[in-house]
Nanobody, 117 residues
Framework: QVQLVESGGGLVQAGGSLRLSCEYS????????MDWYRQAPGKQRELVAN???????YVADSVKGRFTISRDNAKNTVYLQMNSLKPEDTGVYYC???????????WGQGTQVTVSS
């Protein structure tokens, strides 16, 4: 099994930046893709960005040009750099791992991001 621990959330003013980190451990050789999801109050969880084993990335249109996903294999860590934050970016951000079968196999506990206007 894979364990995921997120960090880096917090309160920031609109226009500010945050960098989220997700450290993964355990059976990491099973991981094909690492995801960042978010869930705003009263809304469904949505995929924000992901990066696969070939370092190919996906970023949702709603955050494209503002958010960047990257990873450091030596540290077993995936990052989400969030710039030009907007109040609508507020939510709980979850790190997730996929083993390559098209669905999430492991979730982190989530980290709160609050953007004030």
């Amino acid at each position: 099994q894979v364990q995921l621990v997120e960090s880096g959330g917090g309160l920031v003013q609109a226009g500010g930046s945050l960098r989220l980190s997700c450290e993964y451990s355990g059976s990491i050789f099973n991981i094909n893709t690492m995801d960042w999801y978010r869930q705003a109050p009263g809304k469904q969880r949505e995929l924000v960005a992901n990066i696969n084993s070939r370092d190919s990335t996906y970023v949702a249109d709603s955050v494209k040009g503002r958010f960047t996903i990257s990873r450091d294999n030596a540290k077993n860590t995936v990052y989400l750099q969030m710039n030009s934050l907007k109040p609508e970016d507020t939510g709980v951000y979850y790190c997730a791992a996929e083993y390559g079968l098209g669905y999430v196999d492991a979730w982190g506990q989530g980290t709160q991001v609050t953007v004030s206007s």
